[in-house]
């Protein structure tokens, strides 16, 4: 059956699980076993399952899901897995991930699967599964103390599933136009002196079938297209002009002229706020939500997806179709979304550019109730000049792009003394690659000395490509980095060389099925920010044999 079908396409809908109790209430005293929930007997499961299950949409919208597990527990929806809590040591007591997609009203097909590891003794083995779903964010339960039996599932609604006796009609209708949906940034705020980021999540694109009788053949339709990002402000190293306004004149005068310098430094001072950072990082969001909408349809993707058809008599069962027409345009998502990616990567983001001016203009507030404050207070040195922010609008420089050529394509890197090599791919099955820069030229070049395991994705964009047209985004994360502090920096003289070894995010790639290909491997390094080092792009390729 159809992984999408339309409320008003659907026979039979009768709920399975009423979402009244957890699918696997907290027990002890069980061995290690894997349930799929999918229609498979288990005596802990209270909701049996079905083969094929459903959940269902009232209306469009942003919906947000939980899976709680112990040990481990996923959510699949449309044959994309959501969210996964993962139950290795030590993260095999009772514990959530959640997740969020945008969805148009009707039915999706998903499934679940739950795993309990084996422990020793087996009296003392605890078990739970729960899975939320919800318009608004999910809440935690209570996870405090070393026992799954002592903790709690979170209050949020229980999913509710459902089986369909059949599709009412699958006959072919005409195509209609899919807009991207680009779903509110969540934020989070940590107390902690460490770089802000926005990190754009790849994008989930819905496909469905339809049988086209006289052609004999099935055609894939595009039911939605959605992205999103998450953003983490990060509130340590600076003082908050707006909860800790100056106590002195000399204050004063130091958070003004700080908060002033903040569009052409770049980076925090010593006085800031936490709603120029949200704004500054906002802006970014707002850069992949516009770089989404252009890139859907400059690329063609409905289109490109929607061309896909498959013979009736080849390919007569349904459930086989729908994934070869999910596999296909999963393929395509990620060439979208590495344009997407790449294009966002390669805006400005450096003193007076959009984002700094948008965290200027938010920061003004700040520097403006100072300076009243100043004049209540008679602090007649402290200056009463409010920096003018620069040009914001609008986020992205649309289209970047003529000709139908993507950007990547049409735009070549800018010439540079300094040289990107993939010096060894030995490790790249554990998830390791070594780069290497070298400063061809006559003059020392300074790189920010920042990489590491935790910011190497916001550095670099990592793909897998084939001869076939294949793509597979290698970044665990992709998005912006904004440090709150000077950055540290390499100077490369001459002739010098600058190895360093960055992870690769395999959890996607599937290996074997690469083995067969000739493959190439691209890196690009990105750097929009700092003082007087190497600001640009860089690109390098290797030959990868699997």
């Not at 049988?211 to 509130?235: C, M, N, Q």
């Not at 001072?269 to 950072?277: I, L, V």
């Not at 890197?413 to 791919?425: F, G, M, V, W």
């Not at 001869?467 to 002739?495: C, D, H, M, W």
Request: charged share 25%; glycine share 6%.
């Amino acid at each position: 059956m159809n992984n999408y079908i339309p409320l008003n396409k659907a026979v039979g809908p009768k709920v399975i699980c009423d979402g009244y109790q957890a699918l696997i209430p907290q027990k002890l005293g069980v061995d290690a076993m894997t349930f799929n929930f999918d229609g498979s007997a288990c005596e802990h499961a209270t909701c049996p399952g079905a083969p094929e299950m459903f959940i269902k949409v009232e209306e469009d919208g942003l919906y947000y899901f939980g899976v709680e597990a112990d040990d481990s527990g996923s959510i699949t929806i449309t044959g994309d897995k959501l969210c996964e809590k993962k139950g290795d040591k030590p993260n095999g007591k009772l514990n959530i991930k959640t997740a969020s997609r945008y969805l148009k009203a009707g039915y999706y097909k998903v499934a679940l699967s739950w795993t309990n590891n084996a422990y020793d003794p087996t009296s003392n083995n605890a078990i739970a599964f729960n899975v939320t779903m919800d318009k608004e964010p999910i809440q935690e339960g209570k996870y405090e103390g070393d026992s799954t039996m002592k903790r709690e599932f979170s209050p949020s609604p229980k999913i509710k599933l459902w089986t369909i006796e059949r599709e009412s009609d699958i006959k072919c209708e005409e195509s209609k136009e899919v807009e991207y949906e680009f779903k509110k940034p969540k934020t989070t705020y940590l107390d902690e002196d460490n770089a802000c980021t926005t990190r754009g999540t790849k994008p989930s694109t819905v496909v469905t079938v339809c049988k086209d009788e006289a052609a004999k053949l099935w055609r894939t339709r595009v039911v939605a297209v959605s992205g999103g990002a998450d953003v983490v402000i990060r509130t340590g190293g600076y003082r908050d002009a707006t909860l800790n306004p100056p106590k002195t004149e000399a204050e004063a005068i130091t958070a003004v002229n700080s908060m002033n310098g903040y569009q052409s430094r770049p980076g925090v001072g010593a006085w800031h706020t936490k709603e120029a950072s949200s704004a500054h990082e906002n802006h970014h969001c707002r850069q992949y939500e516009d770089a989404g909408k252009f890139f859907l349809k400059q690329m063609k993707i409905q289109e490109k997806i929607e061309e896909k058809t498959f013979n009736i008599e080849n390919v007569p069962d349904m459930d086989t179709v729908i994934q070869f027409a999910q596999e296909y345009a999963n393929t395509w998502t990620e060439r979208f979304w590495f344009e997407v990616d790449n294009y966002v990567r390669g805006l400005p983001d450096d003193a007076n550019d959009r984002p700094y001016c948008a965290g200027q203009q938010a920061l003004n507030e700040a520097t403006r109730q100072v300076i009243q404050q100043a004049k209540a207070n008679g602090w007649s040195n402290v200056p009463d000049q409010i920096t003018e922010p620069g040009a914001i609008e609008p986020p992205c420089f649309m289209p970047p792009v003529s000709e139908g050529e993507t950007r990547s394509m049409a735009v070549a890197e800018e010439p540079s003394p300094l040289k990107l090599s993939i010096a060894d791919t030995s490790r790249f099955a554990e998830g390791r690659i070594t780069l290497c820069f070298r400063n061809e030229g006559n003059e020392p070049v300074r790189i920010p000395d920042e990489i590491n395991d935790e910011t190497a994705d916001y550095f670099f964009l990592t793909v897998l490509r084939s001869e076939q047209g294949n793509v597979r985004i290698l970044n665990a994360e992709t998005g912006k980095i904004t440090f709150n502090r000077p950055l540290n920096y390499r100077e490369l003289s001459p002739g010098q060389e600058y190895s360093v070894t960055i992870p690769v995010f395999l959890d996607e790639v599937e290996l074997e099925d690469w083995k067969q290909c000739s493959c190439e491997l691209e890196t690009r390094y990105y750097n929009q920010q700092g003082k007087d080092c190497f600001l640009g792009t860089l690109r390098a390729t290797a030959k990868l044999s699997l």
